[in-house]
Structure formats: structure tokens, C-alpha cells
């Protein structure tokens, strides 16, 4: 892998897990680079698949399998210090997941890979 370091939020490793339109354009935004992402990013994931579970019933199992593939990613799962992440979510008006990702971006000064208006917005200002 490459030496770019990127931080990916849920939204964005999702649309490569579970097929999403997007998926393809997160892949190109994410190769050659080293993945990064607070250990939040799996119950945040695990979350997703069970709403899509409940949204499509007959694709239960599959949902699963395609979670599964998240073992696969050489992805580097990484704590955050609460006390800056939650200041930093009342700084930028994020939800404390949100802030995470940003917060981790900012401290290993690496891109952010999101699908997240809310969250993009607040990585570019």
C-alpha cells in the first residue's frame, strides 16, 4: 500500500461493503492509501447492516457476508482521546461519531474519505 494516510467514516467503507452506488468512487479515493479509522467504524458498520437487514429480509445472510469483507481491508482501526473528540463535535455542531473521524484526520493530518455532506463540510472549513 501506499504511504498516503486516509481516515474512511462508515458511510464511506459501507458503500464498498454492501454495493452502493458510491462504492466505486470510494474505491478510486481509497487505493494505494494506508486506511485508517477510530475503532468506532465497526459497531457504526455493524449498525448499518442491521438496518439493511431489516430493509431486505431475503438478503440477510448476504448482508453478513459482505460485513465480513471489512477483515479483508488492511485497515488500521485506531482509539481517539474523548475529551478533544467532544470538543471538537460542539466546536463543528457533529454528532460525537462524526467528530471522531474528523478529529483522527486532523491528528494524523491525513485526508477524510466520507460520503457525509455534514462531515465533508466540516473537514474542508
Request: hydrophobic fraction near 45%.
Amino acid at each position: 500500500m501506499g504511504d498516503e494516510l486516509a481516515v474512511v467514516d462508515a458511510s464511506a467503507i459501507a458503500s464498498l461493503l454492501f454495493g452502493e452506488p458510491q462504492g466505486a468512487e470510494v474505491a478510486t479515493a481509497l487505493e494505494d492509501r494506508q486506511l485508517i479509522a477510530p475503532t468506532l467504524l465497526r459497531d457504526e458498520l455493524a449498525s448499518v447492516c442491521l438496518k439493511k437487514r431489516q430493509l431486505y429480509p431475503a438478503a440477510k445472510e448476504t448482508l453478513l457476508q459482505a460485513l465480513g469483507f471489512l477483515d479483508r481491508l488492511r485497515l488500521r482501526e485506531v482509539g481517539v482521546v474523548d475529551r478533544k473528540v467532544i470538543e471538537l463535535a460542539e466546536r463543528k455542531h457533529l454528532t460525537y461519531y462524526d467528530a471522531c473521524y474528523l478529529w483522527l484526520a486532523r491528528e494524523l493530518e491525513a485526508d477524510l474519505v466520507t460520503l457525509d455532506s455534514r462531515l465533508r463540510e466540516a473537514w474542508e472549513v
